[in-house]
Every structure is written in structure tokens, then in C-alpha cells.
């Protein structure tokens, strides 16, 4: 079952500054075992993932693996239907026959779900030990952020037990050490607790297991997979039973796990056995020092505080002192910091996929879900990396990028099954086998926009870099979207404007004569993303200094696009028309990309506008049962940083971290919306929650750099180090009080800076590469600095 894939090698030339260590421990921990998945602590190595339980006398670690997929390739994902047909289509809407034409789009323009597929959790690794069972004493559970490596210590009759868990990236292990103050005293059964229909054996110190995925809900199809548990011991015996070996009287107890699946190409158990020994050869020493270079090398790229470290209280009680109204900052700056280390966990440039919904991990419940463990391209995928730029972590967007590319592919064949256009196309949902038809219904699967969304990632990531030969291998990629749209758009002869359509405003609907419809032509998402990818493409082509004709053509459709519009409430309209909303509380304002994560609305070049979308914000916030999920929470806190408003700013964050994340931090979708049974982990809560909070401290999308944009006012004493700006910077600053005291931004690229400070002229000092310097004042506290590539510039105030 393999798979031949477009694979886009990306180059990351970021020049990384300051990458001490943290200057105190970054962790969170718990004294007690944990007794819920919720509970439990993740690590992972972009890969392969565990979440550690580290119970007393049964621990469970639940193992998984990025490619552990049901599905297959579906040549019969997309209905024919072609361009004649599509004008046809799209003619009936402008006539304004808009029943009629969302009856027929729902019924042609739908994909198929044959074999979808989704991401499914392998089972536990199971340790069940077998100890005196005298009064345990002075327990901690501990996740170190900056070491990425999971620990569990405790007393027992005298004896001091320690467990480390962590995922190796260059080893590419999972690797447990058991360990004790005394010898002989672990004592302890190894064995597996599989969700998937295994084979499992023994021989000699080693478990193996392999099987097929087998997940009908889907669809048929899975991947073939096997895996290996090897049991390394100091001391002590190792009895083989069945499906289990029994450690017996060792001093010391090492576990080195793989596991592979056939979806990437090669012979899976050949690489398990190979990487399994090598590991094993290495000794837990050097597989400890190899993981902790790596892992703290994009980790400590950034510090963060916000306030008094309060380090002596568990994390799940801080967490019920805040729920009560204690202000604890520190707590906030642990959450962005693990957002990062998620990020770092989940997606590394050796991995063969990005973060799915539920990033590496797998809580076997999404999975269940209708809307299953995939790739979402209506916000969820594009949320899973909105904190890799901004949080020094570039690199972890090359999964990312890398399935642009096969969805690009992929995309081509859609584009031209379905409309008869050129260039590519992806919709709502996504997998692993390179579905980028429109959904099954069309109410929320008919978003032809959502594959050019993500692929304004890498342009995004241009801008953060200035790095052109990654340009140059991702311009075609945004070229192809743009021709797609540049084919696909029809103009309005009502109107003139050139509009996409019939599609939908993700995955919301509208009132027209009594009944609720999904479909428009051109909703507002989708006017703000084909500008956004027609502006990429046309830069990017004319800082390569190619396809003279097509950026013609690019700036004359870019020209012809319609306005953004102020509906009768005030509010941004979410459609052409000012159409009443369906559903008021809906989750989605997906027209406000205009305002984040683009900067197409601003308070200060467009302030009707931007006095618009906080009128949407305000009437959404407000309606009787908003439907506040962890990913929509965490948009309001990005939306509220570009509004500058800091005190709503601050209460999303109290907001996603008191109701909408657990024990544990993970973010949730809660009990309830969209028929879970219970709260299930989404990663981009985490991902898009920690880059809102990095957007209150910093601000690079328009063409400045701007300091503590939207800081409240618990926050006032403060700094970071790290965190990147496009344009190519890096910055370091500190505040007290609420004012910024001390500034340094470090060029990774040849260029400009521009520098917006605050309100306190006449106090500050200037000093380039620590000589004194005086540059070029603009309008509106705006400096003027040219910047080569390692170059500092500090900022200094009395």
C-alpha cells in the first residue's frame, strides 16, 4: 500500500540568535497518577507519539505513529462535471435562482466518500509492576518542556523510584527508563493493550506486533504496520512469555519502541529492526544527550515570562486557582511555551506527515467522530501552524509544506474532473490518500478555497525569511492555485466584479425567502483568500522576476474583485448580499481572515472596516449559545490582538485555558457540540491559542514591527527572547509596568527594519551592533533602520 508522492525539499536559512537555555525550569507536574487520557502527558518526536499515565502499580503509556491510517486511494473520489456545466451553474446563481441552483449544486457538486480513511491510535504499552505494595510517598508526575522528556518519581518502603519517558527525533525511538535508589527492586511485566487486530510475539527480550489497520467506519482500506518493543536490563532476568516478558530483580530497565506502517516506501521491518538495535546499542545515556540536544535546540530558542514563576503548586491546581479568578501570568506564558513545545513534538522536518486534528496523539475518539481525525482545511490544518513563524520554529512547518505539495497534485485532477479549470484545488476535508474533492454535503464540503488558504502558508513563511530560494520552490504551488482561480472565477454582470461560486461560507448558511441555504457566490472567505493567494503569487513572481504576462493578468483580476461590505447592523457581511443570518451563534466567522491571520483589514489603514468586524465579533460573542470551541476561542484571541484590544484579548486566553482545555492543557472541543459524547483533544487550540498570545507581545503584518501591541494589564512586568517578525528579525525586549524598557532585534536576512515604538520619545537610546546610532525617523513613531544579516539593533529606555 504505497504511496508515490510530490515531495517538496525545503531549505530553512533562518539565522537563529540567543538560544540559551531557559532561565528557569519550564515544566508542568502533578502528584498524582493520572486516571483519564486528559490527564495523561504527551511527548512525541514528529512521528511516533506516547501519552504517559505513570501510574503506581499499572502504567500505561498509549503509543502511536503519524501514519497509522485507514483508507486508500480513491480514483472515484470526484463526480465528473466540467466547465460547461459549471457556467451553467454558476448562471443560475447570478439570475438569482438561488434555491434551485443550491438543489442542484447539492446534488452534482458533491465528492464521494468511498475510502476515506482516518487517523487511528495504535494501543498502550503496558508496565505492570509488581512491588512490595507498601504506602507510596512524595509522588510527582513532570513534563520538562525544554528536555521534552516525561518523568515519574516516587517513594516506596524507602526506596526511591524514577521513571523518563521521552520520544527520540534522532534516533527515531521511543525510549523508556525504569531506574531505583536500590538494586534489584524492578520487578515488572512488559506487554501491549492493542486497539488494532494484532499479531503479537515474543523472542528473547523483544515484543513484535503487526497487523492491518482495519477501521470500516470510513471506508476499507488500512495501512499494514508493524512494531517492536525491545526490554533492556541491568541486572536481573528477562522471562519470555506468550505475548509478555517479566523482568525480574533488575537494577535498571530500558524499553526502545517502533513502529512503522507500508505507507511510507520501504520495507517497514527492516527499518524497525535496524533502528530498534541501534538504539539499543547506543546505550539510554547517549539516546538521553542526542534527544535533549535536538529537542532543546528548537525549544530554547524562546523564553518567556509574564510574572512570578509559581513553580511549587501543581499545574492542575494552578489551573483550578485561575478557574476561581487568581491571576497567575506565568501559568498563561507556560501555556504558550506548550504550544511550542507541541508543535516541536508533532511536526519535524523528517516527518512524513503534518499535525493531523489531534496533532500526533490519538484519544481513539475523534477517530469516531463524523468528522474523524483528518486534515480540516476550513481553519483546523491552517490553525495546527499559525505559531510556527512568530515562535521561531520554521522548521516544523516543512510537513506542512510538503503536503501542500501532494495536495497540489492531487488537487490538479480535481480541478479539472470537477470545474474543467486548470491548476489545482482542495476543499474542506483532506486525507492521506490525496482527497481534495468537495465534501459529501455541500453545506459545509463545498469550500473551494480551503486548499489555497494553506498554501498561503508558504508565503507567509517568505515573509518571515526573505528566504528566496525556498520561493522559488514554492512558487509554483502558489502559481497553480492562482490559475485555478483565475479560470474558475466568473464575472457578475450585475456588478462587474469578478466572483467565485456557488460555495459556502464555512460551514454556515444563510436565510432567503423563508429557508435556510448554504451556497452563494462569492462569500466573504472566499474573497479574502483569493486575494490573499492572487497577491502571493503576483509578489512572489515579480521578486523572482518571472511570468510577466500572468502577473498581468493577476493584478488586472486582483483589480476587479468586489468590496468588503457593512451590513445593515453594522457588522462585516459574511455574504455579497446582506443576507440575515441562520445561525447567529455559528462557531465559524471565517469572513474575518480579512482581519486574522491576514492583515486585509487594520485599525489603522481600514477603520470602517475594522469597526465592522468588531461589530461581527460582538454580535457572535453575544448571541444566546455561542459556540465556543477551543479553535473558535482561540481565533478571538488573534482577533482581539490585531484590534488592540487587550482586555478581551486577555479574557479568550482565561477563556480557552479556564473552559476549553483540561488537566493536562490539551484544548478541547467540549462535551456536546457536533455530538461527542464526551470533551475530545483538537490541537489547534493549543497551536492557535499560543500564537495569539505571542501576537498580544508582538505585530510584524503590516510593514512594521510593532511592541507589546495588546498587553494587558496583568501583564505588565515582563520578556521574551526569540520571537521572529517578518522581514527577517528576531526579538528580544523587557518591559516593566507596562512599558517597553529594553528592545534588541537581531536581522537573520539582509533588510530593513521598521520599528513602530512606543509613545515615550525623547527617552530612548539607539545602539546598532552596540555603538550608538540615530536612524531615519518616520511618521507615526516609526524608525527606519537598513539591517544586514546579523546585524543588532537595541532600543533602550531611562
Known amino acids: 500500500m504505497k504511496k508515490k508522492w510530490l515531495c517538496l525539499v525545503f ?339 523528517n516527518s512524513p506527515l503534518p499535525a493531523n486534528l489531534q496533532g500526533i496523539w490519538n484519544d481513539n475518539l475523534a477517530c469516531n467522530m463524523e468528522w474523524s481525525c483528518d486534515y480540516h482545511l476550513d481553519i483546523n490544518t491552517q490553525q495546527n501552524y499559525w505559531a510556527a513563524n512568530v515562535g521561531n520554529l520554521g522548521e516544523c512547518n516543512v510537513p506542512l509544506f510538503n503536503y501542500i505539495g501532494t495536495l497540489a497534485e492531487a488537487g490538479a485532477k480535481t480541478a479539472k474532473t470537477v470545474y474543467g479549470c486548470e491548476g489545482w484545488v482542495a476543499h474542506t476535508m483532506a486525507n492521506v490518500w490525496g482527497f481534495t474533492a468537495p465534501g459529501w454535503g455541500t453545506g459545509w464540503g463545498l469550500h473551494p478555497t480551503g486548499g489555497a488558504w494553506l498554501a498561503t502558508h508558504l508565503w507567509d513563511y517568505y515573509r518571515f525569511t526573505n528566504d528566496e530560494v525556498f520561493l522559488l520552490r514554492a512558487y509554483p504551488i502558489l502559481k497553480q492555485s492562482a490559475l485555478f482561480f483565475l479560470d474558475y472565477m466568473i464575472e457578475d454582470s450585475n456588478s462587474g466584479y469578478l466572483v467565485t461560486g456557488p460555495s459556502t461560507s464555512p460551514e454556515n448558511a444563510f436565510l432567503w425567502n423563508g ?46 474583485l468586489p468590496p468588503f461590505k457593512i451590513g445593515k447592523y453594522g457588522q462585516l457581511q459574511e455574504w455579497q448580499e446582506d443576507y440575515e443570518e441562520a445561525v447567529p451563534n455559528h462557531r465559524h466567522t471565517s469572513h474575518l481572515l480579512a482581519l486574522y491571520p491576514y492583515a486585509q483589514i487594520t485599525p489603522e489603514e481600514t477603520p470602517e472596516w475594522t469597526k465592522a468586524a468588531a461589530v461581527t465579533i460582538d454580535r457572535r460573542l453575544n448571541a444566546a449559545d455561542w459556540e465556543d470551541v477551543e479553535w473558535s476561542r482561540a481565533n478571538m484571541i488573534n482577533f482581539f490582538a490585531r484590534l488592540k484590544d487587550s482586555k478581551k484579548a486577555s479574557e479568550s486566553v482565561l477563556g480557552l485555558i479556564n473552559d476549553l482545555s483540561r488537566e493536562n492543557m490539551l484544548t478541547i472541543s467540549p462535551k456536546g457540540i457536533a455530538g461527542a459524547p464526551t470533551d475530545i483533544f483538537v490541537f489547534d487550540g493549543n497551536e492557535a491559542g499560543a500564537a495569539g498570545i505571542m501576537e498580544m507581545l508582538l505585530q510584524s503584518h503590516e510593514e512594521y514591527v510593532e511592541l507589546l501591541p ?49 509613545d515615550r520619545t525623547g527617552h530612548e537610546k539607539y545602539y546598532k551592533n552596540k555603538k550608538i546610532f540615530d536612524p531615519i525617523t518616520l511618521p507615526y513613531g516609526i524608525v527606519r533602520v537598513d539591517m544586514q544579516k546579523g546585524d543588532i539593533f537595541e532600543v533602550a529606555y531611562d
Not at 479574502?528 to 500572468?550: G, K, M, T
Not at 522581514?727 to 537581531?746: C, E, R
Request: proline fraction near 4%.
Open 11 to 349: 531549505s530553512f536559512g533562518l539565522l537563529v540568535q540567543g538560544l540559551s537555555a531557559q532561565e528557569s525550569p519550564v515544566k508542568m507536574w502533578y502528584d498524582k497518577p493520572s486516571d483519564d487520557w486528559m490527564k495523561s502527558l504527551p511527548i512525541g518526536n514528529g512521528r511516533l507519539s506516547g501519552m504517559v499515565f505513570g501510574g503506581i502499580e499499572k502504567d500505561n503509556i498509549a503509543f502511536n505513529e503519524i501514519t497509522l491510517w485507514s483508507g486508500q486511494p480513491d480514483p472515484e473520489q470526484e463526480k465528473p462535471f466540467g466547465k460547461e456545466a459549471w457556467r451553467d451553474i454558476q448562471q443560475m446563481f447570478l439570475d438569482g435562482k438561488l434555491e434551485e441552483g443550491n438543489a442542484l449544486a447539492s446534488e452534482k457538486l458533491v465528492g464521494v466518500r468511498n475510502s476515506f480513511g482516518t487517523h487511528v491510535p495504535f494501543g498502550d504499552i503496558e508496565l505492570t509492576f509488581r512491588q512490595s505494595g507498601g504506602a507510596t510517598e512524595s509522588y510527582i508526575r513532570s513534563l520538562d518542556l525544554a528536555r521534552g522528556v516525561a518523568s515519574v518519581t516516587y517513594q516506596q518502603d524507602g526506596v526511591t523510584y524514577a521513571r523518563e519517558y521521552f520520544c527520540s527525533n534522532p534516533a527515531n525511538v521511543l525510549v523508556v527508563r525504569l531506574s531505583a535508589s536500590e538494586k534489584g527492586k524492578q520487578n515488572l511485566e512488559v506487554g501491549l493493550n492493542p486497539l488494532r487486530k494484532s499479531v503479537v510475539t515474543t523472542e528473547g527480550d523483544a515484543i513484535s506486533f503487526s497487523g492491518q489497520v482495519d477501521f470500516p467506519t470510513f471506508g476499507p482500506g488500512g495501512v499494514n504496520f508493524y512494531g517492536k518493543v525491545k526490554v533492556l536490563t541491568e541486572g536481573g532476568i528477562i522471562r519470555q512469555n506468550k505475548e509478555s516478558l517479566s523482568v525480574e530483580n533488575a537494577d535498571e530497565v530500558v524499553l526502545i519502541a517502533d513502529l512503522r506502517t507500508d505507507f511510507v516506501p520501504g520495507d517497514m521491518k527492516e527499518v524497525v529492526l535496524s533502528t530498534v538495535e541501534n538504539a539499543g546499542k547506543k546505550g539510554v545515556e547517549t539516546l538521553m544527550q542526542e534527544h535533549e540536544a535536538d529537542f532543546g535546540r528548537l525549544f530554547n530558542r524562546v523564553s518567556l515570562s509574564l510574572g512570578t514563576a509559581k513553580n511549587d503548586i501543581a499545574t492542575d491546581e494552578r489551573l483550578k486557582l485561575l478557574k476561581e479568578g487568581n491571576n497567575d501570568p506565568d501559568l498563561i506564558a507556560l501555556f504558550c511555551q506548550y504550544g511550542r513545545y507541541l508543535l516541536i513534538s508533532a511536526s519535524r522536518e
Open 515 to 560: 429557508k435556510q441555504l448554504p451556497l452563494s457566490m462569492m462569500p466573504t472567505c472566499d474573497r479574502v483568500i483569493v486575494y490573499e493567494i492572487l497577491n502571493a503569487c503576483q509578489s512572489a513572481a515579480e521578486l523572482l522576476q518571472v511570468d510577466e504576462e500572468l502577473r498581468g493578468r493577476v493584478i488586472d483580476a486582483i483589480d476587479r
Open 710 to 758: 495588546c498587553l494587558p494589564e496583568e501583564w505588565n512586568t515582563g520578556s521574551y527572547k526569540g520571537l521572529c517578525a517578518r522581514g527577517g528579525f528576531q526579538v528580544d525586549l523587557s518591559w516593566n509596568d507596562g512599558t517597553v524598557k529594553h528592545a534588541q532585534i537581531t536581522a537573520t536576512t539582509d533588510n530593513t527594519l521598521k520599528l513602530k515604538l512606543p
